[in-house]
C-alpha cells in the first residue's frame, strides 16, 4: 500500500517563476493538507483541501494556491517565486475525522534563484 | 491560537542512555499533542498523539509522552537510546483533532553517540 507521494522530489526555479507541485494521498485518504518548511524550522501550515474545497488556510499570501482533484489528489500552485519561497514542501493526507492522524510525504525540495 | 515552546535546539546522548526532549504547549482549547520525527531527506512520522484519554502516551519504537495540564508540558521520553533515534523531532499541536491544522515547534535535534 503505497503511502503519501510527492512530485518532483527537487525542483529548481527562477525569481519570479511559477510552480506547481503534486501530492497523492494514501489510499482511503480524502483530505490532503500542505506544509512549508523552512531551513531549520518546522513546518508551517498552508492550507488543507477536502472535498475538492480549501477548508482551512494558513498566513501565507494568495500566491500560495492549491486544487484537489475528484480522486483525492492535490496541487500545490506558487507564482511570482521569491528567493523565501526555497523550502521543503509537504503534503499530508489524513482520513475523514478529527482522530485520524496525518500521514506525510517525503516532500518536495525547491530552490528559487 | 496555539503554541509550542522546544527551548532546546539540540540534545545530544550516548546510546544506551535515557532521552528526554522538552515540550510545552499553549492553546485556548482542550489540545490534541504530538510528536512526529523527522529522519534526513525522510517526511514526517507519527511517534504519538494525546487526543485527551490516558495522560501517559506510548508510542513507537519504545518512546512515550507524558501530559501535564499543570504544567502545560508533554515531554517525550526514552529509557534508552539507539543510534537510529538520532533524527529531528517535532513537538505539535492542534486545537481541533489529529487532522486539522497542525502548529510545529521549532524541533530538537537527537544526536546519539557511540
Known amino acids: 500500500d503505497a503511502g503519501v507521494t510527492q512530485s518532483p522530489t527537487h525542483l529548481i526555479k527562477t525569481r519570479g517563476q511559477q510552480v506547481t507541485l503534486r501530492c497523492s494521498p494514501k489510499?482511503?485518504?480524502?483530505?490532503v493538507s500542505w506544509y512549508q518548511q523552512a531551513l531549520g524550522q518546522g513546518p508551517q501550515f498552508i492550507f488543507q483541501?477536502?472535498?475538492?474545497?480549501?477548508?482551512q488556510r494558513g498566513n501565507f499570501p494568495d500566491r500560495f494556491s492549491g486544487h484537489q482533484f475528484p480522486n483525492y489528489s492535490s496541487e500545490l500552485n506558487v507564482n511570482a517565486l521569491l528567493l523565501g519561497d526555497s523550502a521543503l514542501y509537504l503534503c499530508?493526507?489524513?482520513?475523514?475525522?478529527?482522530?485520524?492522524?496525518?500521514?506525510f510525504g517525503n516532500g518536495t525540495r525547491l530552490t528559487v534563484t | 491560537a496555539q503554541s509550542v515552546t522546544q527551548l532546546d535546539s539540540h540534545v545530544s546522548v550516548s546510546e544506551g542512555t535515557p532521552v528526554l526532549l522538552r515540550c510545552n504547549y499553549s492553546s485556548s482549547y482542550s489540545p490534541s499533542l504530538f510528536w512526529y520525527v523527522q529522519h534526513p531527506n525522510k517526511g514526517l512520522q507519527l511517534l504519538l498523539k494525546?487526543?485527551?484519554?490516558?495522560?501517559l502516551v506510548k508510542g513507537i519504537n519504545g518512546f512515550e509522552a507524558e501530559f501535564k495540564k499543570s504544567e502545560t508540558s508533554f515531554h517525550l521520553t526514552k529509557p534508552s537510546a539507539h543510534m537510529s533515534d538520532a533524527a529531528e523531532y517535532f513537538c505539535v499541536v492542534s486545537a481541533a483533532g489529529a487532522n486539522s491544522k497542525l502548529t510545529f515547534g521549532k524541533g530538537i535535534t537527537l544526536s546519539v553517540r557511540p
Open positions: 483541501y477536502y472535498e475538492e474545497e480549501e477548508r
Open positions: 489510499s482511503g485518504h480524502d483530505t
Open positions: 499530508a493526507s489524513s482520513a475523514t475525522g478529527p482522530t485520524s492522524p496525518l500521514h
Open positions: 494525546y487526543t485527551s484519554a490516558a495522560t
